[in-house]
């Protein structure tokens, strides 16, 4: 049986694993073949050309063969454009690169998501946007909406789950895990039906990644965290989780 070859492929590692004294295993999210694990072999030699490379957050082109579930590294080269992130942003990334662990299958392509992957890795190590801390939870927000979209668990956000009734502009709508999007109790963190009418909008833009950052930026001028507190109990539901590691992390550093 030949070998299946995969050349020049954009790629950026989630997370990596010892294997043995010298090799790791690396969970890689590509554009085309989504997310993968390959085994870089030697490289943690001081003299492997994988040492400086094959670090998070960072773009890169790989190259990789075979056809068991775990692949072989033959190649990979950073491709510039940022730098890694720092501080914040850093363990924002993390927290980026463990929903992808969790939520998403092995071998299944999701090419805008990964352009998406690829604008929110970008928000977080700009030097401007460290500065805006607004701007970073912006883009962590249309991440974590497109990421629900693309893997199926976000219902549509112009209509009631489950009467499909449509949305009252005036009115106040909760997504709840069980439920989709449904009409809100006083006590629920809940958004009017206008902000989630156009979120649907740009949802189905051309460009979703950049066009809803924009339209969550612009909700959460006023301080509004009800979209955050919705989407986070939504995604640690998914994941089977209370609380993901990545934030547990931010809460315990932000306590010291």
Known sequence: ?????????????????????????????????????????????????????????????????????IRTLKGAEWMGGHVMPTGEALLSGYYVNELLLRLLARDDAHEALFDAYAGVVQVLASEHAGAQAATQAAALRAFELLL????????????????????????????????????????????????????????DDRAPFTATLREIAIMSAGGNSALRNQLRALLNYHCGVSTLRTRQMMRDLQAL
């Open 1 to 69: 049986m030949a070998t299946h070859r995969v050349s020049h492929e954009p790629a950026y590692v989630l997370h990596r694993y010892d294997w043995s004294e010298s090799s790791l295993i690396l969970e890689v999210f590509t554009r085309h073949h989504g997310r993968i694990a390959l085994v870089a072999k030697g490289a943690k030699r001081p003299s492997s050309n994988f040492r400086p490379v094959l670090l998070p957050l960072q773009p890169l082109q790989v190259n990789y063969g075979g056809d068991a579930e």
């Open 148 to 203: 629900l979209r693309e893997v199926g668990l976000l219902p549509s956000l112009d209509a009631q789950t489950l009467t499909l009734e449509p949305l009252a502009a005036e009115e106040r709508y909760s997504l709840v895990p069980e439920a989709g999007l449904r009409q809100a109790g006083d006590d629920e963190a809940a958004l009017a039906g206008a902000d989630w009418l156009a979120l649907q909008a740009v949802l």
